[in-house]
């Protein structure tokens, strides 16, 4: 066995000319050198494309895909298509506006190499809002009530975390045969990402193991395509939870401590949360229809639920009628702002 095997880094990227760079150049100062790069570039319309050519010319393991748009609903190709490119034994994902820090491989590759029965290696992360050093949090979160569940012991107790932890996927050190065996990464229910599926699916494989230090930061940024699709997030995370739940061996489900019950009760309110998410990141678009729509939505859904979140959304339905955002109400009251 290799000490130093292969890591194929898939980088999917659309409309990063301002972040891409950065990217790259946290993968070039990765302490652990056996690395291949697989960025591909979604049909990106602004220089991205130019800048990852610029490196690419420089170092050969940096290998890069341009191919036509296929958006966020279609993201499983767009890594699919990277995993069948790569040749490593081990997949990480970098997506085109995160960072990792220099020894994020060197601290995961023994690790999930001393144990071959490890499925995934994941760890902490930041979001940052874009500066890289303007940290706003730390995940997971919540390592008191949930640490216990981190490396899915039992097998399929991570599922336990998700309701109010996140898993950085930016963290992701993934066994490729494992991968292989869940029919690669997975999307579904019109869900905007494949990270959620995918761990689930792996978390009935075997364990995981988590790794307490920050491996890298991802950007919070308003130009995200995430940030305008927070309902499509939790309507296709729901539906995800739901099958998942449903579909577990009893054996496992004998150690998870939610039922579905809660799980329902857990969407409704985070629906309310998403159209509120939505209706501000479309305020920020000047999208102002649009975002008096998801305000309505948010106001009425499911009764008195998430009052706080309802008044919110009322403070910028007023605000979409002036045809401006609320991003400066909540620098003000020490909030976090998507713009200066």
Same mark, same amino acid.
């Given at each position: 066995m290799s000490l130093t095997p292969l890591v194929s880094i898939i980088t999917p990227t659309y409309n990063h000319e301002k972040y891409i760079g950065a990217c790259i150049e946290s993968v070039l100062r990765q302490s652990y050198t056996n690395w291949e790069l697989i960025i591909v570039n979604d049909g990106s319309t602004d220089r991205t494309s130019d800048v990852i050519r610029e490196y690419a010319t420089r170092d050969? /393991? =940096? +290998?890069q895909f341009d191919r036509l748009n296929v958006g966020i609903f279609q993201l499983a190709q767009t890594y699919n298509f990277a995993l069948q490119e790569a040749k490593g034994e081990y997949i990480a994902i970098l997506e085109g506006d995160d960072v990792w820090v220099p020894e994020k491989l060197a601290i995961q590759v023994p690790l999930i190499i001393r144990d071959k029965d490890v499925v995934l290696c994941w760890g902490r992360a930041t979001s940052v809002i874009e500066d890289v050093g303007n940290v706003h949090e730390n995940h997971p979160r919540?390592? +008191?009530k949930n640490g216990v569940y981190y490396n899915n012991q039992p097998t399929g107790t991570i599922f336990n975390v998700i309701f109010d932890d996140f898993l950085p996927p930016l963290t992701f050190l993934i066994r490729r045969t494992f991968l292989e065996k869940t029919g690669g990464f997975i999307q579904s229910h019109s869900f905007p990402? @494949?990270?959620l599926p995918? @761990?689930?699916a792996l978390s009935k494989l075997g364990k995981f193991h988590f790794v307490d230090a920050v491996l890298g930061s991802w950007r919070l940024h308003a130009s995200q395509t995430t940030k305008s699709n927070s309902v499509? =997030?939790?309507?296709?995370?729901s539906e995800i939870v739901r099958e998942h739940y449903r579909n577990l061996d009893p054996e496992i489900r004998k150690n998870i401590i939610y039922?579905? /019950?809660f799980i329902n009760r857990f969407y409704k309110k985070l629906i309310v949360i998403g159209y509120a998410r939505s209706g501000r990141f479309k305020l920020i678009k000047k999208d102002f229809k649009g975002a008096r729509r998801d305000y309505v939505n948010a106001m009425f859904f499911h009764g008195l639920a998430e009052p706080g979140w309802k008044l919110r959304a009322l403070v910028g339905y007023v605000f979409s009628f002036f045809r401006t955002d609320v991003e400066g109400v909540a620098k003000m009251l020490g909030k976090k702002a998507y713009r200066s």
């Open positions: 050969h /393991r =940096i +290998k919540n390592g +008191k990402a @494949v990270d995918t @761990v689930l499509n =997030i939790v309507l296709g995370s039922d579905e /019950r």
